[in-house]
């Protein structure tokens, strides 16, 4: 089975001292050669337009870096840094405000630990990662009992972090062992069904493995358009499936428990009650069967390796993770060309995640030109992260206990999303979602524009005012609380409106700005004649980050 495969792996890796077990059949740190780089980006424009799709925002020092060792190198590097943690991080905050006798750390701890690490965080194409991840393999802390457990939350969030770049099997595998998702989708402590039948096997994480993370409702070609049977789609699967699935999930509990010192559990991983568990032969996805008699590691083994082998996975995961980074309507196209990476990363290895990224990045359709019809709306927490990170942002001091506060502690009401919060778990968004309109009618999918109401483009408005025009180093009375916009490039060229408006286009908006909105701005900061610099820089920066064209990734 593909698990006892991966495990051999393990071991070898474990006694060659390399970090992952895919490494072994692709190992991207060995890729570099000693020859000049033949694919620089042209210009800062191109550079930053990558970064914008890649990262959580582009800096100055990030596009120099990249237009001096190529996109190649850039990726070989991003695949090979650890990543930046966030549990340990929380652990560590915990047992300080214990011992000085306040409460224990919170989710609001765990967004000013997230936020932190995507305004600063070195590993920044793997975060991105996890966070398009963790809007495919969704839990929520809005569940009542994952409210309560934000260091297991924290956990879940380094286990999408550190598989980012591995296979998506072994992902698939943590993410169904882990508590937190057992919690959310129910299958932690799911029990078989007792002899009088009253009781039956909970069906939510077989339902949601099916539809959610691995294969979707119907069959697909690699280019994911759907196939058909007398003119219909054909269904994936039937009740009966997911029936004989929720069996395979049951006897789910906890391992032995690791105790922090607030005397809440947290436990890495669930383990079996073999008695709870469903022994009966079952037939599953396509028909086929897992044997009768085996224990549950085995049979979740079987299950899981039979979704992943299944057709629809490579274009089912493929196209999210296109439209989580370059495009919310990649063309046909596009996906086949990722889905093949999905199958056979050149190595003859399935479900390669980095070869997977590198093609959604280094295809044409995302280095090309952009189209009338390309790209992107930026999710609107990367919005803000990309203003923070052009601006080179001061950040908070740590306070006593360590914590970093980035003073966005619920940006659900502000933003309509916030890193494993959403409402549901379909995500903050569908990917088929379609704007009523102008995008509904050319057949284009806007994900994206879901979250968007008039409540919420209010609240962001607000934000980006705060962060921006109220966050800036050189206040008289600087917050304390929130990070704080280096604006000085801008207050230098305040003499030149023409200037002023051409360094806000490279930073925020990596050279895309149209002539109109260049003239508008540069229109404006005439109008500013007798303002102070600090004042036309932070004006010009509050204004394009309200902008439309802001808003849209090209």
């Known amino acids: 089975m593909y698990r006892t495969f991966l495990l051999g ?25 000693f020859e000049a780089p033949t694919d620089l980006p042209a210009n800062d424009a191109e550079a930053a337009r990558f970064l914008t799709q890649a990262t959580y925002g582009p800096t100055v020092a990030e596009i120099a870096r990249l237009r001096a060792i190529g996109y190649s190198e850039w990726l070989r590097q991003e695949f090979n840094k650890p990543a930046t943690a966030a549990r340990p991080y929380m652990e560590a905050v915990n047992e300080a405000r214990l011992a000085d006798g306040q409460s224990g750390v919170s989710h609001n701890n765990r967004l000013d630990r997230w936020f932190h690490t995507a305004a600063t965080g070195g590993d920044q194409l793997r975060q991105r990662a996890a966070f398009a991840l963790s809007q495919i393999l969704v839990i929520s802390d809005q569940n009542s009992t994952l ?8 956990e879940y969030w380094d286990i999408l972090a550190r598989n980012a770049f591995g296979n998506y099997r072994e992902l698939l595998d943590q993410v169904t062992w882990n508590p937190s998702m057992g919690k959310y989708l129910s299958h932690f402590r799911n029990r078989k069904a007792s002899a009088d039948g009253l009781r039956q096997p909970d069906e939510n994480y077989a339902r949601e493995v099916m539809q959610l993370f691995t294969v979707g409702l119907i069959e697909r070609n690699n280019d994911f358009t759907p196939i058909l049977n007398g003119g219909q789609p054909i269904p994936t699967y039937n009740q009966s499936v997911v029936t004989e699935y929720a069996k395979v999930f049951t006897g789910f509990n906890y391992n032995n428990a690791t105790t922090i010192s607030n005397g809440t559990n947290t436990y890495l991983r669930m383990k079996c009650i073999e008695s709870e568990h469903d022994t009966t032969l079952k037939t599953v996805i396509g028909g086929s069967t897992i044997p009768a008699g085996q224990d549950c590691p085995s049979d979740v083994d079987d299950g899981l390796d039979l979704l992943f082998a299944h057709p629809n996975i490579a274009p089912f995961v493929s196209r999210q993770l296109i439209q989580r980074f370059t495009s919310s309507s990649p063309s046909s196209a596009y996906i086949q060309r990722v889905a093949q990476k999905f199958l056979d990363n050149g190595f003859g290895e399935r479900g390669d995640l980095s070869a997977v990224i590198r093609q959604v990045l280094m295809d044409p359709e995302a280095r090309n030109a952009p189209t009338a019809n390309g790209g992107k709306p930026r999710e ?19 306070d006593t206990y360590g914590n970093i506060a980035m003073g966005m502690n619920n940006p659900s009401g502000t933003f309509g999303q916030r890193p494993l919060g959403a409402d549901t778990v379909f995500n903050f968004f569908e990917p088929d979602y379609q704007q009523p309109g102008a995008i509904a009618d050319a057949g284009l999918y806007s994900p994206e524009f879901q979250t968007l109401n008039e409540s919420t483009l209010t609240s962001m408005s607000n934000s980006y005012y705060t962060y921006s025009w109220n966050s800036y180093v050189g206040m008289s009375s600087p917050p304390s609380n929130r990070p704080l916009l280096n604006l000085a490039p801008l207050v230098a060229l305040a003499s030149d409106p023409t200037a002023m408006v051409a360094e806000v286009n490279r930073r925020m908006m990596y050279g895309s700005m149209t002539t109109n909105m260049q003239n508008v701005l540069r229109n404006m900061l005439i109008f500013m004649d007798g303002a102070s610099a600090i004042d036309k820089a932070r004006t010009v920066v509050y204004v394009t980050a309200l902008s439309p064209e802001y808003a849209v990734q090209r």
């Open 9 to 33: 792996l393990v071991v070898c890796a474990g006694l060659l001292g390399v970090r992952d077990a895919h490494a072994l059949l692709h190992d991207p740190i060995f890729g570099a050669s």
């Open 147 to 154: 409210g309560g457990e934000p260091i297991q939350v924290s």
């Open 380 to 398: 609107p927490m990367l919005r803000l992260t990309a203003m923070w990170r052009a601006w080179d942002a001061q950040m908070p001091a740590a």
